[in-house]
């Protein structure tokens, strides 16, 4: 795994990615958290200032983004009032099938040993309590850290980068407020997050193999572009539409423009066509269609950034 800072194009590879981590994530006495929420707070966290690009790493294996992690900046505030800066961690996000395969801890003490180099005094974070400890991390009421409530918590731990920087003053640890996430602002995001994969999921069963192949090759091929439903049609859209695609009855359908069309009308010469429109029999339709799939949509990503 080659560990690099996470680019915009990787915004929405990074979504899925925290999603699929933590939509499969289990406390250790097996229950699951109520609600799946990391993956909006990724999206919405780089937007804020308290958020640290320097500190913003994926993880790649074989040109697909298998890991993530991102910093905050947090505070402690003293009982003099004075405030002592800390940074936090937050998701950190691997991809289920990668687990146990140390990717975790790989990009965990990249991440850290950026922090110390950048100057950072200390890490504060709410984590699993017997994970965290391998990085150095120790309760945070070692240092007479308490949460803004005064409340002490097991997954609640510090690592010092620098020494003597968490003092025997103590105080209460603040995080951004971006983590007190808005439930209006969040199902609405989310039900145009999951508007594809909902809509797979209400085709015929004998299709649907397909249909998430076809969206697997065009989130490869186009990872910046936003995830919607327009005109019904799951769509893929970078300031303008790009490219659609459809379960009709017995066909899958491809839209991606009069234009797209016209430039790939003679790889188009075996299929039924009309004048914006490709249609691929069921039946027939496999890896060569695919292929020719990824690069009408690559074509439409370059069209339309000129």
């Not at 947090?74 to 800390?86: D, Q």
């Not at 040993?113 to 309590?129: E, F, K, Q, S, W």
């Not at 969040?186 to 209400?202: C, M």
Request: aromatic residues 12%.
């Amino acid at each position: 795994m080659i560990v690099r800072l996470e680019r915009p194009g990787d915004y929405r590879a990074v979504e899925r990615l925290t999603f699929a981590a933590f939509e499969t994530f289990t406390f250790p006495d097996g229950s699951k958290p109520p609600q799946v929420n990391e993956h909006y707070l990724a999206h919405i966290m780089r937007d804020v200032p308290a958020f640290v690009p320097e500190l913003d790493f994926v993880g790649e294996q074989d040109g697909e983004i298998v890991a993530n992690i991102m910093y905050t900046q947090s505070k402690i505030v003293r009982p003099s009032g004075e405030e002592l800066a800390t940074l936090t961690f937050g998701p950190v996000s691997i991809a289920p099938e990668r687990h146990n395969q140390g990717f975790g801890t790989k990009i965990i003490r990249h991440s850290l040993d950026c922090t110390r180099r950048l100057g950072y005094g200390a890490v504060i974070i709410l984590g699993h309590p017997t994970y965290y400890p391998r990085f150095a991390f120790k309760p945070a009421s070692e240092y007479k850290l308490t949460l803004p409530d005064g409340s002490i918590l097991d997954a609640f731990m510090a690592l010092e980068l620098r020494g003597g920087y968490l003092c025997a003053d103590g105080g209460k640890w603040y995080e951004d407020k971006v983590f007190a996430i808005d439930p209006t602002a969040f199902e609405k995001w989310n039900k145009e997050f999951h508007a594809i994969d909902d809509y797979i999921a209400a085709q015929a069963e004998a299709i649907q193999p397909l249909l998430q192949s076809v969206l697997k090759t065009l989130r490869r091929v186009l990872p910046a572009a936003m995830e919607k439903i327009s005109w019904q049609m799951p769509t893929f859209w970078q300031g303008r539409n790009l490219i659609h695609f459809a379960a009709q009855k017995n066909h899958l359908g491809i839209y991606p423009g009069a234009e797209a069309m016209k430039h790939f009308a003679p790889l188009l010469a075996e299929y039924k066509t009309s004048k914006g429109a490709v249609r691929f029999a069921y039946k027939t339709c496999g890896g060569e269609q695919l292929a020719l799939i990824a690069k009408i949509a690559a074509w439409c990503a370059e069209h339309n950034a000129k």
